[in-house]
């Protein structure tokens, strides 16, 4: 028999996870790669696990979900709007999204179908989830202390992936992650916009950051100062792990949140002095704030929905000249519009391959 599963994005935490999976009777499912992986290539390695686990039989893929904890919360976030159309849901204990807010790849129409549960022990981070619902994307948060791993688990199960959804929304900047459903758009052009369908793209001002390198923390640690609880391999900057930055310029660091609020004002680039504490040794670091600077990247979006009173298949697109449509057998006899212009009756189920050829828009079997 088929079990629900949890797709980890992380392999360090399989011993937590796969606990709490058997608590519940649900699989598990292990990524490859490591942490020090580019962030993509971790996606794609999830990727990878999840669809091996599908095609060897031993999991349903209806109730996939994907989860993560700690400093790998904001993975959670981000495989998601990578990889919209995989999981049922997400659930993401402590942490914050902020790190993936950063990578500015966070669209919140990625969430339509795969809504995130965020559960941590700040009260504080409420806020935080009510901007990104109020951006639109689909999530919720609780309170660490009144959630219970009944709780969890009662709230994925309810979601389940439908490999057919009547209405599809997904945006992307790589046609590596532009999977949506039952649309795949294979082929880009950013001159073939459409002002019907805007960017989704969070908007979130990057924090600036110190110039000590590529430093993780845990943006939940009550203090004092910045814990640091991660850093790449091969680092050769002042830091180590468990190190605390107590202060600023002679300001002290009360937590992991006043970091953040100080980054998040930070709007030049001035030298400055941090305090770090190394056990019970304190040692003044020259530094500066490096505030990012991001460049404009266009994206792609598809918008595909079913109509079955009407026998309609709509779809919208912006900055796509290429795109696979897989029709299920429910859906033949339904006559096919793309972009307002009706294209074909689907007579049989399958793959049809809609493309824009000299300004005209055709459709044709995949080949």
Same mark, same amino acid.
């Given at each position: 028999?088929?079990?629900?599963?949890?797709?980890?994005?992380?392999?360090?935490?399989?011993?937590?996870?796969?606990?709490?999976?058997?608590?519940?009777?649900?699989?598990?499912?292990?990524?490859?790669?490591?942490?020090?992986?580019?962030?993509?290539?971790? $996606?794609?390695?999830?990727?990878?696990?999840?669809?091996?686990?599908?095609?060897?039989?031993?999991?349903?893929?209806?109730?996939?979900?994907?989860?993560?904890?700690?400093?790998?919360?904001?993975?959670?976030?981000?495989?998601?709007?990578?990889?919209?159309?995989?999981?049922?849901?997400?659930?993401?204990?402590?942490?914050?999204?902020?790190?993936?807010?950063?990578?500015?790849?966070?669209?919140?129409?990625?969430?339509?179908?795969?809504?995130?549960?965020?559960?941590?022990?700040?009260?504080?981070?409420?806020?935080?989830?009510?901007?990104?619902?109020?951006?639109?994307?689909?999530?919720?948060?609780?309170?660490?202390?009144?959630?219970?791993?009944?709780?969890?688990?009662?709230?994925?199960?309810?979601?389940?992936?439908?490999?057919?959804?009547?209405?599809?929304?997904?945006?992307?900047?790589?046609?590596?992650?532009?999977?949506?459903?039952?649309?795949?758009?294979?082929?880009?052009?950013?001159?073939?916009?459409?002002?019907?369908?805007?960017?989704?793209?969070?908007?979130?001002?990057?924090?600036?950051?110190?110039?000590?390198?590529?430093?993780?923390?845990?943006?939940?640690?009550?203090?004092?100062? $910045?814990?640091?609880?991660?850093?790449?391999?091969?680092?050769?900057?002042?830091?180590?792990?468990?190190?605390?930055?107590?202060?600023?310029?002679?300001?002290?660091?009360?937590?992991?949140?006043?970091?953040?609020?100080?980054?998040?004002?930070?709007?030049?680039?001035?030298?400055?002095?941090?305090? $770090?504490?190394?056990?019970? $040794?304190?040692?003044?670091?020259?530094?500066?704030?490096?505030?990012?600077?991001?460049?404009?990247?266009?994206?792609?979006?598809?918008?595909?929905?079913?109509?079955?009173?009407?026998?309609?298949?709509?779809?919208?697109?912006?900055?796509?000249?290429?795109?696979?449509?897989?029709?299920?057998?429910?859906?033949?006899?339904?006559?096919?519009?793309?972009?307002?212009?009706?294209?074909?009756?689907?007579?049989?189920?399958?793959?049809?391959?809609?493309?824009?050829?000299?300004?005209?828009?055709?459709?044709?079997?995949?080949?």
């Amino acid at each position: 028999m088929k079990k629900p599963a949890l797709a980890m994005v992380d392999s360090n935490d399989a011993a937590h996870w796969q606990a709490v999976a058997q608590e519940a009777g649900w699989q598990t499912i292990v990524p490859g790669g490591a942490a020090s992986d580019p962030i993509d290539t971790r $996606v794609l390695a999830v990727a990878s696990a999840v669809r091996g686990a599908i095609q060897s039989g031993g999991v349903d893929p209806g109730h996939i979900y994907l989860a993560g904890r700690g400093d790998s919360a904001a993975l959670v976030f981000y495989v998601i709007s990578r990889l919209p159309d995989l999981f049922a849901a997400g659930i993401a204990i402590g942490g914050s999204p902020e790190a993936a807010l950063a990578t500015g790849r966070i669209y919140t129409v990625n969430f339509s179908n795969c809504p995130v549960l965020w559960v941590t022990g700040n009260d504080a981070d409420e806020a935080m989830a009510q901007k990104l619902k109020g951006a639109g994307m689909w999530m919720e948060w609780r309170s660490a202390p009144e959630t219970k791993n009944a709780d969890v688990f009662s709230w994925l199960a309810a979601r389940t992936r439908d490999p057919f959804p009547l209405d599809v929304d997904c945006e992307t900047d790589s046609p590596t992650f532009a999977s949506c459903f039952w649309l795949t758009p294979g082929k880009f052009d950013v001159s073939e916009s459409n002002d019907v369908l805007p960017r989704t793209l969070v908007a979130t001002a990057t924090p600036a950051a110190l110039d000590l390198g590529a430093f993780g923390y845990r943006p939940d640690d009550p203090g004092p100062g $910045v814990l640091i609880s991660h850093l790449p391999e091969k680092y050769a900057g002042p830091l180590k792990l468990g190190d605390r930055i107590t202060a600023l310029d002679g300001h002290p660091i009360a937590d992991a949140h006043e970091y953040q609020a100080m980054m998040a004002r930070a709007s030049e680039e001035p030298h400055a002095v941090a305090m $770090v504490q190394r056990g019970k $040794v304190r040692t003044r670091v020259e530094t500066r704030i490096l505030v990012p600077h991001h460049d404009f990247v266009p994206t792609a979006r598809v918008e595909g929905k079913y109509e079955p009173g009407q026998k309609q298949i709509l779809i919208i697109s912006r900055s796509v000249t290429e795109m696979r449509v897989s029709i299920p057998e429910a859906w033949t006899g339904a006559s096919l519009l793309w972009n307002g212009l009706a294209l074909e009756r689907i007579d049989k189920a399958g793959c049809v391959l809609l493309k824009v050829d000299k300004e005209l828009l055709h459709a044709g079997a995949c080949p």
